[in-house]
């Protein structure tokens, strides 16, 4: 049950600052997968992890507290709409996200590379995106404005709140994530789509990797500069697309440059994120592709995924922990996780339904009805997001946690068959 406590360890300077690693666990046998533990400076995360999406310093419509009574370990920010609102000088003069948001535990911060895609082509990040003979570098979603421009030294971008122009380069994204002060941040990249040629996806990973260099001279830079904040691990991105031969390079070479900078005096890469719009079918195999090239003693983050099988498939081609905002956007809409698959609590079927929202799943919301929060959507009541995002991230931390024990007890493939095997069996739950 959800107790709203003060987390047990406070964020402020008597605490001892633990220095950023990776140990690995046990390992999935005939995979890449593998469980393993992720130490930061505000604490440790147990892998595989989910990692709930905080966008703007808050997991939308719930508090802090209620997030870490879930059992989640880390809270993934954004670096971009921060940086327009409120600003990261504001966020570091508070002492860090952590402290900004009352969020003690580990936080990672993403570096906008995101935002170069979804505002220069309008296009979703959806790894069930088919474009398959679509290609075109100048295509844009109906509808949408081309609000950022990409060249060779960064990026130049209208804020989608008030227009204004901004710029981004590799350095600004270090010195926004280091005054946002996350425990693992990201270098910044071009986030490309499925839309792009191959032309255009080798060129934006040679602009990536150049710019992941720069990001790593500014990262030990700052690093130095700012040796009174805990200790920041940056972590480089993996880009490529659908394209095998580009998504190996892009792990050998931001491999060779963490090996480099560490034996040049520097701090490396403390891990690796796996970006890219990927088609559903070829995310495994993608994954699968990169974690066979990168090294085994350094964490992995896929970036934005959260339905069951994915989760499941990126687990097993190693991904160590990943984030999306999916559970909590659709729950503001009313869909609702459960074992027997996901439904919509504002159908009318469950006005009169006064069971719990999944009968055999025991979190805080199980002292609610389906018709409660019917009824709450109905009436346009902000507690039913709030409920429904408590239950819908709840549910996947919990699936997520399932694995990794299954992993440590040598049961893994029977617990996912067995989940998998109910949730996609198409029941009314």
């Known amino acids: ?33 593998r469980t393993g533990v992720i130490s930061t400076p505000h604490g440790d995360i147990a892998t595989p992890a989910f990692v709930p999406v905080g966008t703007k310093a808050t997991v939308k419509t719930v508090l802090p507290e209620a997030v870490a009574s879930l059992g989640a370990q880390a809270v993934l920010a954004n670096a971009y709409h921060l ?29 906008g590379g995101f935002q170069v895609m979804s505002l220069g082509a309008g296009f979703k990040k959806v790894i069930s995106m088919d474009v398959s003979g679509q290609q ?34 590799p350095e600004l994204s270090m010195r926004i994530q280091h005054g946002l002060g996350a425990d693992i941040i990201f270098g910044f990249d071009e986030l490309t789509t499925l839309m792009n040629t191959l032309s255009y996806q080798e060129n934006s990973l040679e602009r990536t ?31 490529g697309a659908q394209y095998e031969d580009l998504r190996r390079k892009a792990a050998r070479d931001l491999t060779a440059m963490s090996e480099q900078d560490v034996a040049d005096g520097g701090k490396g890469f403390g891990g690796f994120g796996i970006g890219g719009a990927l088609e559903k079918q070829n995310l495994g195999t993608i994954v699968g592709w990169v974690n066979s090239e990168l090294p085994q003693d350094k964490p992995k983050h896929l970036l934005g995924i959260s339905e069951p099988d994915d989760i499941f498939t990126a687990i097993e081609n190693g991904a160590d922990t990943f984030d999306c905002v999916s559970p909590t ?43 409660y929060l019917h009824h ?26 399932g694995a990794r024990k299954a992993i440590e007890n040598g049961e893994y493939f029977e617990y996912r068959d067995a989940f998998l095997g109910r949730y996609y069996a198409g029941k009314t739950p």
């Open 209 to 239: 990797r150049l710019w992941a260099i720069r990001c790593l001279a500014e990262h030990n830079r700052l690093s130095v500069e700012r040796a009174h904040r805990p200790q920041q691990s940056l972590w480089g991105v993996i880009q």
């Open 83 to 111: 940086y327009l609102q409120p600003g990261y000088d504001i966020i570091d003069q508070a002492g860090g996200l952590g402290a900004f948001m009352n969020w003690s535990g580990p936080t990672y911060t993403d570096s």
């Open 136 to 169: 075109d570098d100048d295509k844009i979603a109906e509808g949408r404005e081309r609000l950022a421009r990409v060249d060779d030294d960064g990026v130049t971008f209208k804020s989608h709140l008030d227009g204004s122009t901004h710029r981004f380069t």
């Open 329 to 371: 956007r659709v729950a503001r809409n009313g869909a609702i996780y459960s074992l027997d698959g996901r439904y919509n609590v504002t159908n009318a079927r469950f006005r009169t339904d006064f069971g719990s929202l999944d009968p055999e799943i025991e979190n805080y919301t199980s002292q609610y009805s389906r018709a």
């Open 376 to 401: 709450l959507f109905k009436a346009k009541e902000g507690l039913a997001a709030t409920l429904a995002t408590l239950h819908n991230v709840s549910f996947v931390i919990d699936m997520v946690d």
């Open 1 to 33: 049950m959800l107790a709203v406590t003060a987390p047990a360890e406070q964020q402020d300077g008597n605490q001892p600052r633990r220095a950023p690693g990776f140990t690995h666990g046990t390992s999935l046998p005939g995979t890449l997968g």
